[in-house]
């Protein structure tokens, strides 16, 4: 079974920048890594989706200009670099994987990337002031 752990999370004024980790274990084949986010009162949502080593990547719009990912495959670790933060990235975030072939990822692109993947992390938290 997947296992995932974030990290990289904290508090920051806005216009500052965040680097989030999630670290995979037992991730073998083809999947999709996703980030996602929940504030409070709000439903969890998501910021990206990348594809087995991030052979391709999807932002949703609010994050395309400010947030990337990458992937350091040696330590099997998907980070989302966060730029020019605003108070309303307030959030828990969080990574989720599970298998998945191309097509099942340009599925999820296609529907939206809802937050149904098999395996979560336990979150980590981002508070941005203003």
């Known amino acids: 079974q997947v296992h995932l752990v974030e990290s990289g999370g904290g508090s920051v004024q806005a216009g500052g920048s965040l680097r989030l980790s999630c670290t995979a274990s037992?991730?073998?084949?083809?999947?999709?890594m996703g980030w996602f986010r929940q504030a409070p009162g709000k439903e969890r949502e998501a910021v990206a989706i990348?594809?087995?080593?991030?052979?391709?990547?999807y932002y949703i719009n609010s994050a395309e200009a400010r947030f990337t990912i990458s992937q350091d495959n040696v330590k099997n670790t998907l980070y989302l670099q966060m730029n020019s933060l605003k108070p309303e990235d307030t959030a828990m975030y969080y990574c989720?994987?599970?298998?998945?072939?191309?097509?099942?990822?340009?599925?999820?692109?296609?529907?939206?990337?809802?937050?149904?993947?098999?395996?979560w992390g336990q979150g980590t938290q981002v508070t941005v002031s203003s």
């Open positions: 989720a994987a599970d298998p998945c072939y191309y097509s099942d990822y340009l599925k999820r692109v296609a529907g939206g990337v809802r937050p149904d993947f098999g395996a």
């Open positions: 990348a594809y087995t080593g991030i052979r391709d990547i």
């Open positions: 037992d991730i073998y084949g083809d999947y999709c």
